[in-house]
């Protein structure tokens, strides 16, 4: 015990100091390029101001503006609350890395995603979909709260700080609640609201593009049989923010955990099918507590094979398995909507 609590210091001392290693390097170069030349802020202006859609004005040099965009929630937050704020590593992928900061003294908690910017897309080419994401609002999704670039590309996106576990953590921790019919039937509405909203709830759909079930964070303590879990997804839309090959990247992750729809082997674009299809594995996942590369495929195997694998007999996870399969055919036309999937949902509780 003694080893594994000594273990755990010098974990946290390291991601800590990781964390402060990267804010003095954003620091070192926000310095360098306001200290460049005497109009270096006017050539910053000029630059964030200008025509993007206008090849003539692009350039090749790796500087860039400057800026912090704020979004609902992080309307206070500055940027030197973002380069002074000490933080842990909490996650890493190959195209970024998650911290929890702390601002103004420990009065505020939040997530920072650093994006590598050998993964992100430049600045005025990813803007766009930046506002676009940061304008989303909706208890089941976690909000963009702001956007910061460097003067060198660094990009941070900042996200409010939750007590949460992710849905992969709840489904195989093994406690009693992740049972229960009525906490998996709750999260699941919780998850397919979120999708519906990303796929119709604008005059421009958004595609998740990563949904899975370590992507899918679950809010509250858990009390009470589970009635005060939310379920929020997290990292949709991140593939807009990367370059094509970082894109591709996550697609092939996608993959080789089960997640990816079929059709994705041809294509290089997700697509609102192909999400309702990741969330068909998530349901199945639910009901099986079991992450299995291909489930869908296995299960299908193993009840024409007669093994084991009946689904369940009880009317309302029956339907619900039935629906999961649904999302899950191998056709894209055959899968139901995110809409229909919810509506589904309310008729299985009822």
């Known amino acids: 015990m003694e080893s594994q609590r000594r273990l755990k210091i010098i974990l946290i001392a390291v991601s800590t100091t990781l964390f402060a290693i990267l804010l003095f390097v954003i620091y070192l170069y926000r310095k360098r390029s306001s200290l460049a030349s005497p109009d270096s802020e006017n050539k910053q202006k000029k630059k964030k101001n200008r025509d993007s859609s206008d090849p003539d004005n692009k350039t090749h040099s790796d500087e860039e503006a400057e800026d912090l965009i704020h979004f609902p929630g992080g309307e206070d937050l500055t940027v030197q609350d973002i380069l002074d704020a000490p933080g842990e590593v909490v996650g890493k992928s190959s195209y ?43 208890p089941n999704l976690v909000p963009l709260t702001a956007f910061y670039v460097g003067p060198r590309g660094e990009k941070l996106l900042v996200h409010p700080f939750f007590h949460s576990v992710t849905l992969s953590h709840f489904l195989r921790e093994g406690k009693t609640e992740s049972h229960r019919w ?40 858990g009390g009470g049989g589970g009635g005060d879990r939310r379920a929020c997804l997290s990292e949709f839309g991140l593939h ?31 697509t609102r ?42 009317e309302g996870p029956l339907m619900f398995f039935q629906l999961a399969m649904a999302c899950c055919s191998p056709s894209p036309r055959l899968r139901p909507d995110a809409r229909h999937v919810v509506r589904k949902l309310e008729e299985i509780g009822r």
């Open 273 to 314: 099918e192909s999400d309702v299809y990741s969330l068909g594995v998530v349901l199945l996942e639910m009901l099986t507590r079991k992450e299995d590369l291909g489930l869908p495929v296995s299960v299908r195997n193993r009840r024409r094979s007669d093994e084991a694998a009946a689904p369940p007999e009880e």
């Open 240 to 270: 807009l923010l990367l370059n094509a090959t970082a894109g591709q990247e996550m697609l092939e992750s996608s993959a080789m955990q089960g997640y990816k729809a079929p059709e994705l082997i041809k294509m290089r674009e997700a």
């Open 96 to 138: 970024g890395t998650l911290y929890r900061a702390t601002f103004r003294g420990g009065s505020t908690t939040a997530l920072l995603r650093f994006l590598r910017p050998a993964c992100a897309g430049r600045t005025d080419e990813i803007l766009p979909a930046i506002r676009l994401l940061g304008s989303l609002s909706h």
């Open 182 to 221: 009525e906490t998996i039937h709750r999260i699941a509405i919780g998850i397919a609201r979120g999708l519906e909203h990303l796929h119709w709830g604008r005059s421009r759909p958004i595609v998740h593009g990563n949904l899975r079930s370590k992507n899918v964070v679950l809010i509250g303590s």
